[in-house]
């Protein structure tokens, strides 16, 4: 499958970017370490006349401890950079533990952490050649009409699948996007749309450039629990992200955060997990609550591998594992 | 022949492993010429149609398109099997599965010839088309092919000894309906072909055709060329560059190879085509989906009093090799137990899918899997050890089975016994813990087919070797190496009988212009047959060399010793000096001058020579040194007479037991394999570490199918035509195996070698079927044994709340296939469509349907 023809810019600043974005509007897309972009290009799900390489940006792609405290990550840093930070490891293992999941040591080496947050949309009847989805008559996310994840509803249930986001939204990140009036910063959270066609709240002329997360988040204890089938190389099928904070294992929970993947068109953080858990030692009963919590936030359809079913009962168990393992550190 | 081999049974490098691993070596999507064009294929979207018209007009404008071809220009039929000429490399009159080939653009650019194909303006007619086998079996109208009536390819029903007895004679009767998902090949290498004219220096015209092509079948391939473009074989050459794997995938004509000549015939200039990941799905030839009503009839100290299988293989829209897989799934319940009354009725069915054809275990796997879950659901049920009813039913060779198989060598005792002792089954099985447990199966499998695809007297293999005063070795085999390790094998056992170094080999192999006809790499064919015929080649050369050597050492010809370069009188002593004497002979064999000779021959006679003196005292002799064998199977071991008998004899059959050791996850019914222990009968390993590569290859590949390798279907759709959802195991996933080697020696094999790439397969996927049920008490009937029909089946076997997590099969009692998800997309397919696919709506714009089902 060939690449369709492009204009190829490198730009070295984020100004030149965003310049470049905004001139281009509508016409140009962003890569970064290309590994999501470009199987898609070729898919022709993405021909964009233009290519916006920003990895020429070198402020971006440093991990860096702010001097006030917490820590600022750019867009640039690969996954395997976050695998190996010490820093991270000790005060976000959350964030390691689920940056190790992806892909395979290759493509954590080509993958950034923008790229995994700004991740498209993924749909068994979406990431298919030009070919296959001739077949189906497309869908409503790409060149078609209709969902046949849904086929009553209107709206497009691709599913989000990047396995950092579910551990950045338990830290509270926030992200910084520039565009051409400056910068702005949002909280992780406030990205996603919930659809899987439009899914980003990112203008056109707009590009993600670093993340923020902040000092009094560290030191929460943290799991990542990932279904999938093949045991590297997969997708998430379905992949839950805990945080707790206690002075001991079998302490009271000061706080918590569960949130969830792979399941919706976006990452979610599960409303009422942090109640259910705060002010309790955890044991099964309580971890299992919270499974049950994470399962209604939960709506996996047949957009991926196994069934929707199963998906969702593993929502709960893994949910449950996860709020067990973080509470054992 | 000596008791003790210089070559064979040593762990040697395979003779293309530093090409391959150095990225040197060439396989087929490397090569390039001079003026060479893209092929880009046009794929059916519908999974059933007439084509009605098909408009090039705008194709033909885009820049860089040199030609188009369609159906018209090979309109030609062929196909594998003489029986089922059913396929054209271009449709002509319809299609038969998404996926189907339309038209062929050949450009100067990938980019140029994909934009031309959305331009190709086809006309469909749709039809109804047909998905499940068993709806398909019960087709009147809309016919795939309109000369198979129920859409059924063959049937096949046969009965040997008295089977209605042997059930009736039985203490026990177990029965139930097995079914085994999709899976397909997953070759590293997808397919690609080259092909070229060459010029006609008389007439300008076009004459000459060579292709290069990843296939594990040159000769059938320059066969079907020759017939489809009609033109005489002796003016194509076919040339096989290094092979990614095949596993069966490449074991017969692809519709890429043929479109390549028919593309490059009509741009008059080379023209390459490399499938994408997703035409190789389409391309598939892959181990149907099958469906297995089983029936056992036992005493009850186990011994198997009578088996009858129903066996039905969804095959897809083509013949392929379809007949000679659902012979093979019955003839193989034969030759690996005493079994005394056997019934098989078998159906092979089209349905509107991709061709399913020969894969690796071709036609045992899945009847395997029923059979071996079987026995041990029969162990479970009569309170028996099932290594103990194994060892019970045992055959007695040399014996001939009840439907005609002719054994040999039986090594499957000793593969029991091994694996049984390493797992320590005896003091394990059962005794694990409620999560873990162990599982034990056995497999076999042929060693080439003792009859030929096309029936005639040909031998099966030949080879030729010529030797010239270099004191170099070259081997011309047909033998296609297809990273199993044929060219070493070929090496290996020439330079054992010649007693020459392994780097005096070469191994010219699968070029139809130089080398001689050998049917190709399949059905595990090529140790056996190609052995065989390499070794008569090396022992009719040798014969040779012993005439003039004997000569020159005043002796016999029988007291000749061939060994380490060197050839001597038996009796005198050389082992300590043979370095030294290897070193000299080398010089002295490559200086060729009159002094040289001269003074050799002044020389007194000497008790031995050097390689390069025997082979060119030989030349001098007899002109030229050249030598050549083959092989054809014996008459007794071709099988019975009967209507469907010439699939399942072969010259020797391997044998397997296994042993899996598994945890099961009952809160997400996630299976871990943690060891396998796989005992292989292969005869004699003619080389130790590529027996056990072939064995660990094989065992992970069943392990694939055993867990987590499925083609996922939804209206004929393949949903995931990919690596990454089409998932394989990683390394992982991939447990420890421990292997072992049985060398029964049978005497039909060269040195006493059977098979080794296949037979090993088939054990493991009810290894795991028996290991689960050992782990939590659950049986699975249905592969492969993904979490959701694990945790499905504990969750009925502890009866919690139902959720429906597996499309609504059982996976302990599955009776149908099931489809992912999804509304219906294809026109025609019936009233059950979902009012909101495209086609009904287009249909009743009008009317406002109202929305249904979907979770939403
Ligand atoms: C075989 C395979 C397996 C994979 N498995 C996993 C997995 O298990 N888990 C997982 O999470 N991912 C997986 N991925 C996806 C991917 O590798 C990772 O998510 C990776 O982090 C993406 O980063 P990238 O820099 O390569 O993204 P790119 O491909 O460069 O970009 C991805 C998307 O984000 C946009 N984008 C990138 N950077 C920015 C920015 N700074 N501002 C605005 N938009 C931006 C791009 O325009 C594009 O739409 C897999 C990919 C492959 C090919």
């Known amino acids: 499958m060939a690449l369709s023809e492009f204009q190829l810019f490198r730009p070295k600043t984020i100004q030149s970017a965003v310049a470049l974005l905004a001139q281009h509007k509508g016409d140009i897309q962003v890569l970064a370490g290309g590994t999501d972009l470009l199987p898609s290009m070729r898919q022709k799900l993405f021909a964009p006349k233009y290519v916006l390489d920003i990895r020429g940006v070198e402020e971006l792609k440093r991990i860096r401890v702010l001097a006030g405290g917490g820590l600022e990550i750019g867009a640039l840093v690969t996954l395997s950079q976050i695998e190996d930070s010490e820093f991270i490891r000790r005060n976000y293992p959350v964030l390691r533990k689920a940056a190790m999941t992806i892909a395979s040591p290759i493509l954590r080496n080509m993958g950034t952490i923008g790229g995994n947050i700004c991740l498209d949309t993924r749909c068994l009847w979406y990431n298919q050649s030009y070919a296959w989805r001739t077949s189906c008559g497309f869908c409503i996310k790409k060149d078609g009409s209709l969902c046949h994840v849904a086929p009553g509803g209107s709206k497009c249930w691709a599913v989000f699948s990047g396995d950092t986001p579910p551990a950045l939204l338990c830290l509270g990140a926030e992200i910084e996007i520039a565009g051409p009036g400056g910068t702005r910063r949002i909280a992780l959270a406030d990205l996603y749309t919930g659809l899987g066609d439009t899914r980003l709240k990112i203008a056109k002329d707009e590009m993600l450039t670093r993340v923020f997360i902040r000092e009094s988040m560290s030191g929460y204890r943290g799991a990542y629990q990932k279904l999938r089938v093949r045991g590297s190389i997969d997708y998430p099928l379905a992949g839950v992200a805990v945080i707790v904070k206690s002075s001991g294992r079998h302490a009271p929970v000061q706080d918590a955060k569960v949130a969830i993947t792979a399941v919706n068109p976006s990452p979610m953080l599960v409303v009422g997990a942090d109640h259910a858990l705060i002010g309790r030692a955890v044991d099964e009963h309580i971890a299992t609550v919270v499974g049950e919590l994470a399962a209604r936030t939960a709506k996996p359809l047949t957009t991926s591998a196994l069934t929707p079913e199963y998906r969702r009962e593993m929502i709960k168990v893994f949910a449950k594992r996860a709020v067990l393992e973080a509470a054992a550190g | ?856």
């Open chain 2, 1 to 856: 022949m000596q008791k003790e081999f210089s070559i064979i049974g040593k762990p040697v490098a395979l003779v293309d492993a530093a090409q391959k691993t150095t990225g040197l070596g060439k396989y087929t999507d490397d090569l390039s010429l001079p003026g060479m064009l893209v092929g880009k294929i046009l794929h059916s979207p519908y999974p059933h149609a007439r084509i009605r018209k098909i408009d090039l007009t705008r194709a033909r404008a885009v820049q860089g398109v040199v030609a188009i071809v369609t159906g018209q220009d090979a309109p030609t039929s062929y196909g594998i099997l003489p029986i089922g000429h059913d396929e054209h490399a271009l449709v002509v009159d319809k299609v038969r599965y998404v996926g189907d080939n339309i038209a062929c653009v050949a450009a100067t650019t990938e980019a140029a010839a994909e934009n031309a194909l959305e331009l190709i303006d086809v006309e469909y007619e749709l039809l109804p088309a047909w998905f499940d086998p068993e709806d398909s079996m019960k087709a009147e109208s809309n016919l795939i092919h309109e000369n198979k009536p129920h859409n059924i390819e063959k049937e096949y029903h046969h009965v040997f000894g008295d089977p209605e007895r042997g059930l009736a004679e039985a203490d026990y009767v177990a029965e139930a309906r097995y079914m085994a998902n999709e899976v397909t090949h997953a070759a590293m290498e997808p397919h690609s072909t080259l092909a070229s004219f060459e010029f006609d220096p008389q007439t300008g015209k076009q004459g000459r055709l060579t292709v290069w092509s990843s296939t594990q079948v040159p000769y059938y391939l320059q066969h079907k060329l020759s017939l489809v473009l009609d033109m005489p074989m002796s003016q194509i050459r076919v040339i096989k560059p290094l092979v990614g794997g095949g596993f069966g995938g490449k074991s017969e004509v692809i519709p890429l190879e043929i479109i390549a000549a028919v593309a490059a015939r009509a741009a008059k200039t080379p023209v390459k085509i490399t499938y994408t990941r997703e035409e190789v799905f389409w391309a598939h030839r892959g181990r149907p989906r099958t469906i297995i009503d089983l029936k056992t009839g036992v005493k009850n100290d186990g011994r198997i009093t009578a088996v009858r299988a129903r066996v039905v293989q969804d095959g897809g829209g083509y013949c392929s090799y379809g007949p000679v897989t659902i012979l093979y799934s019955g003839a193989l319940l034969g030759a690996l137990y005493d079994i005394p009354n056997v019934q098989y009725d078998g159906y092979r069915v089209l349905t509107n899918k991709p061709a399913c054809g020969a894969m690796r275990g071709h036609g045992t796997v899945n009847v395997r899997f029923a059979f071996e879950s079987q026995l041990d659901e029969i162990c479970a049920h009569l309170k028996l050890d099932a290594a103990a009813v194994r060892r019970k039913n045992l055959l007695k060779p040399p014996c001939v089975t009840v439907n005609g198989l002719r054994v040999l060598s039986y090594g499957l005792p000793e593969c029991i016994e091994k694996v049984a002792n390493a797992s320590q089954w005896p003091v394990r099985r059962g005794r694990l813990g409620r999560g873990r447990g162990i599982g034990m199966a056995c497999s076999h499998y042929v060693s080439g087919a003792a009859n030929s695809i096309i029936k005639s007297d040909m031998p099966h293999s030949t080879v030729n070797i010529k030797i010239d005063r270099d004191g170099g070795v070259v081997v011309y085999t047909g033998a296609s190496e297809i990273g199993q390790g044929s060219d070493t094998m070929t090496a290996q056992i020439v330079a054992e009988v010649l007693g020459c170094s392994m780097k005096r080999v070469k191994v010219i192999a699968a070029d139809t212009d130089l080398t001689p006809i050998d049917l190709g790499s399949y059905s595990s064919r090529v140790t056996l047959m190609s052995g065989n015929a390499a070794q008569r080649a090396a022992e009719d050369v040798r014969k040779k060399i012993e005439q003039a050597a004997a000569k020159k050492l005043n002796c016999s010809q029988e007291e000749l010793v061939f060994r380490g370069d060197l050839i001597w009188r038996r009796g005198a002593e050389l082992e300590n000096t043979g370095e030294q004497l290897r070193a000299q002979g080398r010089i002295e064999g490559q200086i060729l001058r009159e002094s040289v000779l001269q003074e050799r021959k002044e020389q007194d006679a000497r008790d031995h020579l050097s390689f390069e003196e025997a082979v060119v005292a030989a030349i001098d002799f007899s002109g030229t040194l050249t030598g050549t064998g083959s092989y054809a199977p014996p008459a007794d071991a071709r099988g019975g007479k009967f209507k469907g008998a010439g699939v399942g004899p072969s010259p020797a059959y391997s044998y397997s037991a296994q042993v899996a050791e598994v945890s099961v996850d009952e809160e997400t019914g996630q299976v871990t394999v943690h060891k396998i222990w796989a005992a292989h009968d292969c005869g004699r390993a003619l080389n130790p570490v590529a027996v056990e590569g072939q064995v660990v290859g094989s065992v992970w590949m069943g392990l694939g199918q055993a867990l987590q390798e499925e083609m996922i279907w939804k209206d004929g759709l393949l949903m995931n035509p990919g690596l990454l959802e089409y998932r394989s195991p990683s390394s992982v996933e991939s447990p420890e195996i421990e292997t072992f080697i049985v060398e029964s020696v049978d005497p039909e094999g060269p040195f006493g070698a059977k098979e080794a790439g296949e037979g090993s397969l088939a054990a493991t996927i009810p290894a795991i079927a028996n290991a689960i049920y050992d782990a939590v008490g659950i049986r699975l009937r249905e592969a492969p044994f993904t979490p959701e029909r694990v945790l499905a089946a504990l969750r009925a076997q502890k009866s919690q709340k139902k959720v429906n997590m597996t499309e609504g099969v059982d996976p302990e009692r599955p009776v149908s296939f099931r489809e992912h998800g999804g509304s219906l997309c294809f026109r025609g397919k019936g009233p059950t469509r979902h009012p909101l696919d495209p086609a009904v709506r287009e249909q009743s714009k009008a009317e406002q349907p109202s929305p249904v089902g979907g979770d939403d």
